[in-house]
């Protein structure tokens, strides 16, 4: 469920909070914590690389050597040809943030960027600098219909940056039901939009560092002419590699991809967004960040389980396997693997370590595992931390079962309704603009028992006390079947 939370709605839920107390202590001063907050609100969007009203990608990665040139408004006659001359001789690659209407009345400057090998972003339709101001809807228009422009050219831009670099309260939202993420700057020369164009790469050489994205533009200059603006370009280009820097891609820098190539297969999904940007980091950080504890309880609940309920298994179907953190153990102790997940990356790089490995039982599924072909029947089906990103947990227990052998098992490790939970889904809201569901064990267990299964045996983990039952539910259920044979493991599990 799209729940895009922000540093905004706590700082406007303190601003309440000191109103409220305020009102009982002295009335006339009431209303200052909310005027401040109005304050922040209309200031902070004039810094853009503040993540205020949502996240806003405006340096490279950490560790980032490199610089990458981004260009804004364009495309422009005048300009961007000669520009993407430059950009050739020189081996620099850019990301060009582009106008729906301009991308429109171009096509071929739009077909020789991307001949040129480089990106495009979303910059809106029309570029209206007070785009933020205006409703949702209008957000959404302007965006979307920018959007069907680039599909004519065979590309999805990922990335958006807004008119001015200013961020508003409504524009998460509308990202995330476009399957985007904003990507501001963090280094630009005060050209306002090329009528200021002297000095311009001096300006921007003394203040430069390795992990700056520079904000340019490549339209005709309001003050001298275009072959001036690109001698500064070159000037820029020049004395960034005499200092060492690389002009690195936009993509490489931030490591995500801020273009896809192809009509998407399906509607924009949030997760799969989150997921293919995250992925190339995404094994390091599920065992050495705040997720760790989580991730190595389920990686020692699920190696427990491993010889009893795995070993032997015909057709497995793991559910969420994302780089292949448990799909490999897996598919040594059975005939064969199904692994799906939504995001590609995520994928790509399983099949990676399987080839590595010389593992060959291994089938990769990308999709929606609520929608897609599953492909059954399957003596086993496992997912661990992935149920809580679907929509009718209910529904896909009853279709679920139906791809499952009888006597089969389901195995799962899912977040668990508790304080502490609660914690961590308003984080999650806050980084993927998503609300995780979370369930309580009742809540499983008549669940799984609607869709067919019986034996259902559950325990809680992870943060157990006096005020939490823990943070997370493993269950073990088998389908009901008149004569199966099939047990559960002898060493079940406890009822939490």
Partial sequence: MICPLSPAHFVALGAFQLFAVLLFIDASLAPLPLLIFVLICFITPLFPHLSFFLPVISRGKKGAKGVALTFDDGPDPEVTPQLLELLARHGVTATFFVTGARAERYPEIMRAILAGGHAVGNHSYSHSPFLMLKGGSTLQREIASAQRVFLQFGIVPLAFRPPVGITSPRLWRVLLENGMFCVNFSRRAADFGNRRVVRLASRLLAKTVPG?????????????????????????????????????????????????????????????????????????????????????????????????????????????????????????????????????????????????????????????????????????????????????????????????????????????????????????????????????RREIEVMLTAAGFERIAISSHLCKSILSGGMLLEVVARRAAAAAASTLPENGLEGA
């Fill in 212 to 440: 700056d994205i520079i904000l340019l533009h490549d339209v005709a200059p309001r003050q001298g002419d275009v072959t001036h603006l690109l001698h500064e370009f070159l000037t820029l280009i020049e004395g960034l590699k005499g200092r060492g820097i690389e002009i690195l891609p936009l993509a490489r820098l931030i490591g995500k991809e801020v273009m896809q190539w192809g009509a998407p297969a399906s509607g924009p999904n949030p997760a799969e967004l989150f997921y293919n940007g995250l992925a190339a980091t995404y094994d390091q950080e599920q065992f050495t960040s705040a997720v760790s504890l989580s991730r190595t309880t389920e990686y020692r609940l699920f190696s427990t389980r491993l010889p009893a309920l795995f070993a032997g298994a015909n057709r497995v179907l793991e559910i969420g396997a994302g780089t292949g953190i448990f799909t490999l153990d897996i598919s040594r102790n059975c005939t064969e693997v199904l692994a799906a997940d939504i995001s590609g990356n995520m994928l790509d790089l399983l099949e990676k370590k399987a080839i590595t490995e010389g593992i060959k039982n291994i089938r990769t599924l990308k999709g929606n595992v609520e929608t897609m072909e599953l492909e059954g029947p399957f003596s086993l089906v496992c997912a661990f931390s992935s149920l809580e990103y679907l929509a009718d947990l209910p529904a896909f227990f009853t279709r679920m079962a139906r791809q499952i052998e009888p006597g089969g098992a389901v195995y799962f490790i899912t977040a668990r309704s508790s304080l502490f939970r609660l914690f961590t889904q308003i984080g999650n809201a806050m980084r993927q603009g998503l609300w995780l569901k979370a369930h309580t």
